[in-house]
């Protein structure tokens, strides 16, 4: 009797000990983890469709429509000159672009667009890729910076100044609908804005007060760390959540999930730990997905200058993770087990990412101190000797460098001045310009006057 007492103690021990094994396990699946990540950016109010991420907008305040016509204008404009004659931006040219020109200028005054379709976008998870615009975006800015170019020789700077100033507006609405690829394109546009009204029209001539204060006013209106973390939080939708929702929604209606696969990998790859299990393996890619995203916004949301050593080295550790498993070659086929394949595709993206913001913040704080330089000798007569003579009347603050973490760089010169960032290189090399400055030398602005 007593024998099957303690047989039974054991068996309720076992059973019991079974049972908190698969709950505990349970807990801690890939799956339920999925879920407890989703819950926890439901919680802090985070977005999780491309609807919270781009509302719906009062029809007063889009310019959706002005867009459209604009693109469609300048396709009309570019259909009319053979492309040989149209890359000269010529005043012919600058002639034919001059209604879709006019129509932008309509469109960049309304504070919000919505070129993705959301109806499509709820059901077709390519519909959301807005790529055809982005070349349209940077055509128009080409053709204002050409048309400031055209204003100069007729000598009105003025004129030359606030096509200027339409690019960089158009370059801050364009963070209305954010991806980490529209980001980019803003930062193209951006640059020809910022870039060009210095180099082009300003280094050597000298525009109104008002010119100055409407640039100054548009270039430091685009918060450039609000639209970087406004694109990181929409990539994780689009390719933390919505991608891997769209690919089991597929293989619920039985179509081939792996064939989509292989147009991101090659059709000669196969990749066992998804044929195996693709549920597990869709569910371990977007979980490594979506805690790299929170670490990303996490780095963004400290502002520049970013801490780049933490960046590389978490970067280098996912890296590592993605990059776990092996493969090998049966003739033109290749096998392999890599459980987090679809991780290691966009890796080297996101630390690129940073260096373009950092870029851009660069540029826009030397040429927020180049135009607040100008605006404080047209109005006293000479340039200060320290840039804290420009605060708070012309600046809020005297601008970091997003390279080291210092003040911008300032030289009164006998005529004129520089300003400049140390660059990519994170060493001051004195003010000495060079192109490639992202890389190498300095990010330097001189005024000849």
Known sequence: MRKWILVG?????????????????????????????????????EPLSWSEIAPPVPKHLDGTSLYRRAFAQLEDAQKKVPPNAWITYSPQV??????????????VEFPHMRLIDREKAATNFWSMMPFPQFSHFREFARLLCAEAEFHKRQGDIDKAVESCTVILKL???????????????QRVVFNIGAARSWSVVLSDSEASTNAYRNVLRE???????????????AERVFTGIQFFDWLRKMQKKEQSVLANLRALFGADQIELSFLLSPNGYLTGNQLLLLSCYRQLIAFAKKGAPYDFQALRNYLAQLQRKAN?????????????????????????????????????????????????????RAERGKYPDHLQELVPHYLPQVPIDPYDGKPIRYRKLQKGFKVWSVGGNRKDDGGVK????????????????
């Open 9 to 45: 103690i054991f068996v309720v021990v076992f059973v019991s000990f079974v049972a908190v094994l698969t709950v505990s396990a349970r807990r801690n699946s890939p799956y339920q983890r999925l879920q407890a990540e989703i819950e926890r950016l439901k919680r802090e109010g």
């Open 94 to 107: 600058l002639q034919t672009a001059g209604p879709a020109l006019q129509t932008l200028r309509k469109a």
């Open 171 to 185: 370059a801050r609405r364009i963070g209305d609908e954010p991806f980490l690829i529209s980001f980019l394109v």
């Open 219 to 233: 270039l430091q209106a685009w918060d450039i760390d609000r639209d970087f973390i406004r694109a990181l939080k």
């Open 324 to 376: 776990q498993g092996w493969e090998f070659s049966i003739g033109r086929r290749k096998v392999s087990w890599r459980p987090y394949a679809l991780v290691s595709i966009l890796v080297p993206v996101y630390q690129s990412s940073f260096e373009v913001a950092t870029q851009t913040h660069a540029l826009q704080r030397v040429t927020e101190v180049a135009l607040a330089l100008r605006l404080y």
């Open 434 to 449: 060079v192109r490639d400055w992202w890389q190498r030398g300095d990010l330097v602005l001189e005024s000849k006057i």
